[in-house]
Nanobody, 129 residues
Framework: QVRLVESGGGSVQAGGSLRLSCAAS????????MGWFRQAPGKEREGVAA????????YYADSVQGRFTISQDNAKNTLYLQMNSLKPEDTDMYYC??????????????????????WGQGTQVTVSE
């Protein structure tokens, strides 16, 4: 059973930056899709960014395009989310996710939370004015 552990969240002023990390407990084949999601209490989980390293493909929500960058270091079994030009509306709990299925690879709907079957516990990001 793969475990995902996020870190790097915190409090920052608007316009600032944070880098989130997601460490996997074992090697993750680069053919599997990984993503970052965020969720506020009482709201649906929202896809932020996803990556299919084997295909060299990245996907971003319109709200973060140009400000956030997803990347993966397979040697360290770690997924990253570099967040720049942060806004108060980026305040949320951020989760990393892995789509690792026995019968298929890749991303089908990269920003849809129901596509993923492994989740971390989340890390809080708070952006103040």
């Amino acid at each position: 059973q793969v475990r995902l552990v996020e870190s790097g969240g915190g409090s920052v002023q608007a316009g600032g930056s944070l880098r989130l990390s997601c460490a996997a407990s074992e090697y993750i084949d680069s053919r599997y899709c990984m993503g970052w999601f965020r969720q506020a209490p009482g709201k649906e989980r929202e896809g932020v960014a996803a990556i299919n390293p084997n295909m060299g493909s990245t996907y971003y929500a319109d709200s973060v395009q140009g400000r956030f960058t997803i990347s993966q270091d397979n040697a360290k079994n770690t997924l990253y989310l570099q967040m720049n030009s942060l806004k108060p509306e980026d305040t949320d709990m951020y989760y990393c996710a892995l789509r690792m299925l026995s019968y298929t690879y890749g991303c089908t709907a990269p920003l849809r939370w129901s596509e993923y079957n492994y989740w971390g516990q989340g890390t809080q990001v708070t952006v103040s004015e």
